[in-house]
């Protein structure tokens, strides 16, 4: 495979597949885009695809259908916490993880929004299921500050209960744990405003080590989540974790990756411009460029 005018082009690498770090988690409401145009185009930049609760009411041939083809690309499939928690909560773990490797699904997100499950009951479901053979993402934070244990308030997190929460969840077994995307979002600021949020970030990362963790990032009011893309992609560079990425926004996602973007102000283009002042291109000073985010 030849991609488009790499044979004349020097452009910003990254790690490919398989890999542990740079992954890209995408969702995919019911798994509908599985035979899509999009995803055999891109299929290189996606490394898990998560459904929804959404998919619950689809036909579920044809859901095995679409994580067929997408295991077929390479793509590991995940279904989303929320069924999982509906069967914590109904006491049918089992038979929904038997049903769930029957389908071909081979990760498993473990999260507690509202199960209500303690950090003990995490870890020991996180071991059982990599005693079944799944590949397991714990999650730490929930959307709402009232019900997160992690946070003071909501544009802040207790960095020691967050560092010993994803810690722990490692140290059982999980690949990876997923940092909720509301407490990434407050963290940053819808326009990158909270310095404080972000000191309180590094010091997590620093804790517990980048390439370990899946920073989510979504909005459901409609918020930009490519200068929240840029700011992580500037400050642990192209291989950082992201996701719940829309599937439409992948291949915005990589040219962001790559710095060929307008966020943050396409990095690759001025390091190239001004000479590649330093070693890595993503380390270049971003501009303030609040020029086109709204409020």
């Keep these: 495979m030849r991609r488009l005018m790499q044979d004349i082009l020097e452009l910003p690498q990254r790690s490919e597949k398989p890999r542990k770090k740079g992954l890209t988690m995408v969702i995919d409401i019911a798994w509908f885009e599985a035979s899509s145009r999009m995803v055999a185009g891109y299929k290189d930049y996606i ?33 989303g916490g929320i069924p999982y928690e509906i069967a914590v909560l109904q006491g049918k773990q089992k038979e929904y993880m038997e049903r769930a490797k029957a389908l071909g699904t081979n990760v ?3 999260e507690s929004h509202a199960a209500g499950l303690s950090l003990k ?19 730490v934070g929930a959307k709402w500050v009232d019900h997160d244990e992690t946070r003071p308030s909501r544009d802040a997190v207790y960095v020691d209960k967050v560092v010993e929460k994803m810690l722990q969840l490692l140290e059982v077994g999980a690949d990876h744990v997923i940092w909720e995307g509301m407490v990434v979002r407050a963290l940053l600021g819808n326009r990158l405003e909270n310095k404080a949020g972000q000191e309180q970030l590094f010091k997590v990362v620093e804790g517990v080590g980048a390439e370990n963790i899946i920073f989510e990032m979504w909005s459901a009011r409609g918020n930009p989540n490519t200068p929240l893309w840029g700011w992580l992609v ?28 307008y966020d943050p102000a396409h990095p690759y283009l001025r390091w190239l411009r001004q000479g590649k002042p330093m070693a890595n291109w993503w380390e270049i000073e971003s501009p303030d460029y609040k020029v086109d985010l709204p409020g």
């Design 47 to 79: 490394d898990c695809v998560k459904s929804t609760a959404r998919c619950l009411w689809v036909d579920e041939d044809i859901v095995r259908q679409n994580i067929r083809s997408y295991r077929d690309w390479g793509i590991d499939v995940q279904i």
């Design 108 to 110: 498993v997100e473990v």
């Design 121 to 139: 009951q995490m870890k020991s479901e996180v071991q059982s299921l990599k005693e079944e053979g799944f590949k397991v993402v714990g999650e």
């Design 234 to 261: 500037q400050h642990f560079g192209p291989d950082v974790n992201l996701g719940n990425i829309n599937i439409q926004d992948i291949s915005l996602l990589e040219a962001i990756r790559r710095g060929c973007s």
